[in-house]
Each structure stands twice: as C-alpha cells, then as structure tokens.
C-alpha cells in the first residue's frame, strides 16, 4: 500500500475501534482526531462551502448560547460536548478523500466488528459476574450506558447486513450470525425506544430490498416475518424485555397515577416539565448549561410519585436532562438551536447512503428518548457518522441482484 493509504487505513481505524470500547485512558476522542488528521495530511483540497458554513453557524450559536447562560461553566461543557461535530464537519468541509467511498466503508466495516467483539467481552463477562436474570442484573451497557450500547449494536448491525446477500456463503452465513447476534443484544439490553425502532428498520429495509430485487421478493418478504416473529418471540420469552414492555404498557393506561404498582414512565414528566423551560425563551432559550437547572426548578413543583420497588421518591431528588434532543437543543438555544440541529440531521440523511443513512435514520428516532448531545457516547457516535458522511459523499449504491455494497 502507498504511504497515503496506510495512513488512511490506520487513522481510520484507530477512530472505529476505540469508539464501542469506550476505553477511559484512551478515549475515542483520539481516534476521531487521529481520522481527521489523516484526511487533513492527504491534502487534496476540494471546498463544500454550504457544508463549512452550516457547520461553522452551528458551532457559533452553540458558542453564543452561554453568553446568556446563567451556568456559564456547564455551557462551555456543553460546547466541548460537541465540539468534535462541528470541528469534524468544518476540517472535512475543506478536504476530498480520493476514493472516499471506499474509506467510508471500510471504516464503517470496522467499527462493526470492534462493536461485534465489544458486545461479546461485555456479555460475557456480565454473564460471568451477574449471572442470567434480567437486564437490571447486568453490566452490560459497560461505560457507554445501555441506550448508547444498544445503539451502537443496531449501527454495527445495519453496516454488517449489507453484505449478507453477496453470493459467499460462508461469509454470508458468518455476517448473519453477527447480525442477529447484534440484534440479541438489542433484545437483551432492553432499551425500549430500539425494541420498538428495530423492527421499523427491518420492515424499511427488506421493503428497500424486495423492491429492487423483485424475483426474489417472496424470499425477502419471509424472511423479514421470520426474523420480527423471531425476536418478537425472544421479547416475549427472556424476562428483561418482557418487563419492559409490561411498563409500557401500565404507562401507556395511566399518566399520572400507578397501575399494577407501576408509575408511568418519567421522560412523561420530563418533557411536560421541558416544554414550560422552553416556553421562558423560546427564540433563543435559557442558554447553554442552563436548561437541566431549570428543569429541576421546574420538578419541585411535581407532585407525582415515582418507585423504585417499594420505596417512593420524588423526581425532583435527582438531577435528570430532558431525554430529548430536540427538546434540550430548543430549551437552551431556542427556535435556532432546535433548526440548526434538524440541519444537521437532515444534512445526514441527504448526504450519505446505504447502511449509514439507516444509522442517521437510528440517530433521528433514538434522540427522541436521550439527550445524545449531553452525553460523549451520543456526541461522538454523531462525530463518527458526520466524518463517514463527509468523507463518502453522497454516492448511489449499486445494485446487481441482492449484492447491494454499503
């Protein structure tokens, strides 16, 4: 390999592995740099000046937004939070990656796997240490938290799909194995706004599929129903997300009482008491930093009961984000915050293709449950998927039978 190339591949690497591991000495903040840097030392330049802008406008408002903070220090926490999405999108806005498509995947390939062997050490080793219960009674989510390794695992699976149906069966068989291994960890971790996604991407996916490959749409189409029935059965059967569900469904029956000893969930809570924060400013919010102590102001006048097993608690005892992205971005940044965010989201599903428009798809329905940007997984997982977006451009994947690339 030229030295260009070797540099690209290690770079790129580097960032796709350190980020499922989550490692807190070597933190994948490096590999992201490490990325960038080797897209920066090829030098090709090739400016995308609505690209640079829209970046550089996001970055700034999110500077702006501590000015009129009240919290001053947790805003410029909260900017370093994302920092690495803005500084991504700008640096690559300025350069092209010769065969960039092709970096793009390999990149994403690798990420896949590091998350595949991520899931197995961690599973194991809860297994081990917890034995089988329920996903309360593990550590499964490691340093990353379960929502975040979840969907990680449902990234890493959507990339590692698109190659199943390559005419290699022993690669072939061995991809899908890893996938539904991914998606058992799904299951497992229980997180239920990606119980619930899961089997929309499926349904979207084998749609994409069946449509482009119409003499093998019937096998498509079974195949799709097996693989929901399947892990329809395994919610069903395995105890965590059976519990899961069970709440939501007592949740779904009641909003502000108990039934069959069950609160309703308290993101309800939350983002009724975020759209009052988000109603003092709602052009340019509360700034940066603010908009958690303004919603636990908001929680002291919430006199609904929560429960963990027996003992009762009160919302306003712990100090919660608004498990929302587009909620958070609009409390403390206003209309603009809250725009510029779907921007970029937007930009995301415009400009990339294959396996990571479904991750941007993913990205989109997740952060209606998590505050992404408020955690450095959320933060740096967006930072991953910008810089495969940036570096592959918007390319139309090629299609002959089912042998789709990603």
């Not at 700034?60 to 920092?83: C, E, H, I, P």
């Not at 399947?230 to 105890?239: E, K």
């Not at 303004?294 to 712990?318: D, I, M, N, S, V």
Request: aromatic fraction near 14%.
């Amino acid at each position: 390999m030229q030295r260009n190339t070797i540099l690209l591949h290690y770079t790129g690497a580097s960032a796709a592995i350190l980020l499922p591991f989550a490692f807190e000495l070597l933190s994948p903040v490096y590999g992201l740099i490490l990325l960038v840097v080797g897209v920066i030392y090829v030098r090709r330049w090739s400016t995308k000046p609505r690209q640079a802008l829209f970046f550089t406008a996001f970055l700034v408002w999110q500077l702006l937004s501590v000015f009129w903070s009240d919290y001053q220090s947790a805003g410029l926490a909260d900017v370093v939070m994302v920092l690495p999405i803005a500084v991504t999108g700008i640096l690559l806005s300025l350069f092209k990656t010769e065969d960039g498509a092709t970096w793009m995947r390999r990149w994403a390939e690798t990420f896949a796997w590091a998350t595949l062997i991520a899931w197995t050490y961690i599973f194991i080793d809860s297994v081990t240490t917890y034995g089988w219960v329920n996903y309360k009674s593990f550590d499964l989510g490691g340093r990353l938290g379960l929502h975040f390794q979840s969907l990680y695992l449902i990234i890493a699976a959507l990339i590692l799909e698109r190659k199943i149906w390559r005419k290699t069966f022993k690669l072939s068989t061995l991809r899908a194995v890893a996938v539904l291994w991914l998606l058992f960890g799904v299951i497992v971790l229980s997180a239920r706004i990606h119980l619930m996604v899961v089997p929309v991407l499926i349904v979207l996916r084998f749609t994409e599929l069946a449509w482009r490959n119409k003499e093998r749409r019937r096998l498509l189409i079974s195949t799709a129903a097996a693989l929901v029935i399947l892990m329809g059965s395994l919610v069903a059967v395995l105890p965590g997300p059976r519990g899961r569900l069970i709440d939501l469904r007592n949740e779904l029956r009641s909003i502000d009482g108990r039934v069959n000893g069950k609160q309703t969930n308290h993101r309800v809570f939350l983002w009724k008491y975020g759209l009052q924060v988000v109603q003092i400013s709602p052009w340019i919010g509360v700034g940066n930093g603010a908009g958690e102590e303004y919603l636990h102001e908001k929680l002291k006048t919430c006199k609904a009961t929560f429960y963990r097993g027996k003992r009762p608690y009160f919302l306003h005892e712990f100090k919660y984000d608004f498990h929302n992205i587009y909620l958070q971005s609009w409390a403390e940044g206003g209309l603009i915050a809250v725009l510029l965010l779907i921007l970029l989201l937007g930009w995301g599903l415009w400009y990339s293709h294959g396996a990571i428009r479904y991750a941007w798809i993913t990205i989109v329905f997740s952060g209606m449950t998590e505050s992404l940007l408020d955690k450095q997984a959320g933060a740096l997982i967006i930072t991953f998927l910008v810089a495969l977006t940036a570096v592959g451009s918007r390319v139309r994947a090629n299609l002959s039978g089912t042998n789709e690339g990603l």
